[in-house]
């Protein structure tokens, strides 16, 4: 399959934000999937990386990232970085991107395909997800790329008045992805963006590892 039959992919999915359907066109996935995995970088489907991780489907990073709702001007915490396709996404839609990735190796990789692409405007720094980044707070939007039962305090915590959060609910496996929005209430839940089947978020604020 060519990148074009992915974009072909999205539009059939129902991605309609055009900014998010040119992201993806301009962000090479090849360039973020293991060596031996290329010549499935084009497909719709998730893709192996170490510690028994996977990249996320295409099409769900779509859907994900449309109901963000970004505008170019948004700073960003990505939750579980993998690889860093979803990062360089982000990185084209918006100002700043801050991703926290569990595993230091996978966060490395990620830097150097980061940079490798040109990718100048989202670091990658090693940590506990559930934590978030509380000194580069507060974030315009949030999306995390693991599951759990609820959104984790300090994430919710870190949220900007209006910002829009999108995190898969559930145990790790079969989950809602919800989007979430920072009102005067707190944060509500306003829409569910999809189905899915996704990794544990571990961390202090979410299960236990293992």
Known sequence: MSA????RALVTGGIRDPAV???FRGVPRHEFVPPDQRGRAHEDVP???????????PSLVAKMIEALGLRGGERVLEIGVGYGFQTA?????AREVWGVERWSDLAETARANLERCGVRNAQVVVGDGTQGLREHAPFDA??????????????????APGGRLVQPIGPGGHEEVVL???????????????MAHFVRLIGE???AED
């Not at 996404?89 to 839609?93: C, V």
């Not at 984790?152 to 870190?158: D, G, K, N, S, T």
């Not at 005067?184 to 306003?190: P, V």
């Open 205 to 207: 604020h979410g299960f």
């Open 180 to 194: 979430y929005i920072n009102d005067d209430t707190g944060l509500r839940h306003t829409q569910l963006v999809t």
């Open 47 to 57: 893709l192996p990386i170490p510690h028994d991780q996977v990249t996320t489907q």
């Open 4 to 7: 074009e039959d992915l974009y």
């Open 21 to 23: 359907l040119e992201a």
């Open 89 to 93: 996404l982000l990185a084209k839609l």
């Open 142 to 159: 949030i999306v995390i790329a693991a599951a759990f039962t609820k959104v984790p305090r300090p994430l919710a915590e870190q949220l």
